[in-house]
């Protein structure tokens, strides 16, 4: 019999079967013990390759595009990161490349990484850990924070300056919404699910 305690007040309850698409509260407190999602393995897969595309793409291409006195420039993601090194503002610059760069593409990998044995049926080596990993790592994911800022830094340039957004920045608007998507349907208690189920 698996037992599960209310991390608000400590009261511990029986874990019983639940079905897909449950969200379980404590019978004291209504604190959320943890919730399922009725999404399949293959979607959180799926979502996870389309985030992978996108961040691709919004790191491969400009972000935007700026033309002052006839003169165009471009500017890249990891660019933007080392202009910002390289004014002076060193821990700005790593704190623009953890939030949207490093720790979205762990989060897309190590979904990969776990999810694709689960498909074929195997343990990934390590996943247990990896899974910790990813559960502390998402409060990091500030990739709506970073185009919020970026829409603001637009609108006040354009004032000085011909801005015109790029495909990056599209693609990563969109990986926001992907990497919220994939969040939404893999809540922790789901991976755990699915890795018992398939190696009962």
């Given at each position: 019999?698996?037992?599960?305690?209310?991390?608000?007040?400590?009261?511990a309850?029986r874990?019983?079967?639940?079905?897909?698409?449950?969200?379980?509260?404590c019978?004291?407190?209504?604190?959320?013990?943890?919730?399922?999602?009725?999404?399949?393995?293959?979607?959180?897969?799926?979502?996870?390759?389309?985030?992978?595309?996108?961040?691709?793409?919004?790191?491969?291409?400009?972000?935007?595009?700026?033309?002052?006195n006839?003169?165009?420039?471009?500017?890249t993601?990891?660019?933007?990161?080392?202009?910002?090194?390289d004014?002076?503002?060193?821990?700005?610059?790593?704190?623009?490349?953890?939030?949207?760069?490093?720790?979205?593409?762990?989060?897309?990998?190590?979904?990969?990484?776990?999810?694709?044995?689960?498909?074929?049926?195997?343990?990934?080596?390590?996943?247990?850990?990896?899974?910790?990993?990813?559960?502390?790592?998402?409060?990091?994911?500030?990739?709506?924070?970073?185009?919020?800022?970026?829409?603001?830094?637009?609108?006040?340039?354009?004032?000085?300056?011909?801005?015109?957004?790029?495909?990056?920045?599209?693609?990563?608007?969109?990986?926001?919404?992907?990497?919220?998507?994939?969040?939404?349907?893999?809540?922790?208690?789901?991976?755990?699910?699915?890795?018992?189920?398939?190696?009962?």
């Amino acid at each position: 019999m698996s037992v599960i305690v209310c991390h608000a007040c400590d009261l511990a309850h029986r874990e019983d079967g639940i079905v897909p698409a449950a969200r379980v509260r404590c019978v004291r407190c209504r604190a959320e013990l943890y919730r399922t999602s009725a999404a399949g393995v293959d979607t959180a897969i799926a979502l996870a390759l389309a985030a992978l595309v996108l961040f691709i793409i919004a790191n491969a291409y400009p972000l935007v595009a700026f033309k002052v006195n006839g003169t165009t420039r471009m500017a890249t993601l990891t660019g933007a990161a080392l202009g910002l090194y390289d004014q002076g503002y060193a821990t700005l610059g790593l704190l623009v490349t953890f939030t949207a760069v490093l720790v979205p593409l762990t989060q897309i990998l190590a979904f990969l990484y776990v999810l694709v044995p689960v498909r074929l049926g195997f343990r990934a080596p390590g996943q247990e850990r990896l899974l910790r990993v990813l559960t502390a790592l998402r409060p990091w994911g500030m990739s709506e924070v970073f185009v919020l800022g970026a829409i603001v830094a637009l609108v006040k340039l354009s004032s000085e300056a011909e801005v015109a957004p790029r495909i990056a920045l599209v693609a990563y608007g969109l990986l926001m919404l992907m990497l919220a998507a994939m969040a939404s349907v893999t809540p922790t208690e789901q991976f755990w699910r699915w890795i018992n189920r398939r190696h009962r």
